[in-house]
Nanobody
Framework: VQLQAFGGGLVQAGGSLRLSCASS????????MGWFRQAPGKEREVVAA????????YYADSVKGRFAISRDNAKNTVFLQMNSLKPEDTAVYYC??????????????????????WGQGTLVTVSS
């Protein structure tokens, strides 16, 4: 599975961006997907995750109510709609994929060690 994230850029605080992650592999609908981010000097952290069919979603507390993850399996793409952006959202955002076994639980979905495939990242900069 090859993943390519795009849609990052520079935005003012309070603004919005929509990230996309396209998969070139087959059977995209068999993968749970996640968005992660890494700010300068900080560890990578989970942002959001979505199950294969899109029926289950999970969010980090820091983005709940502001970000929304979704997917279009027909287009092999997962999205991250980011609203009310804050300077602390500035980071490189990565998408990741894995074929989770069994239930798509929060414990699994929000654990970056569970993901096997990673995209190259797209930079989001939020100015104050």
């Amino acid at each position: 599975v090859q993943l390519q994230a795009f849609g990052g850029g520079l935005v003012q605080a309070g603004g919005s961006l929509r990230l996309s992650c396209a998969s070139s592999g087959r059977a995209f609908s068999s993968y749970g997907m996640g968005w992660f981010r890494q700010a300068p000097g900080k560890e990578r952290e989970v942002v959001a995750a979505i199950s294969r069919g899109g029926d289950s979603t999970y969010y980090a507390d820091s983005v709940k109510g502001r970000f929304a993850i979704s997917r279009d399996n027909a287009k092999n793409t997962v999205f991250l709609q980011m609203n009310s952006l804050k300077p602390e959202d500035t980071a490189v955002y990565y998408c990741a994929a894995n074929q989770f076994i069994g239930r798509f639980t929060a414990a699994q979905a929000m654990d970056d060690n569970r993901y096997e495939y990673w995209g190259q990242g797209t930079l989001v900069t939020v100015s104050s």
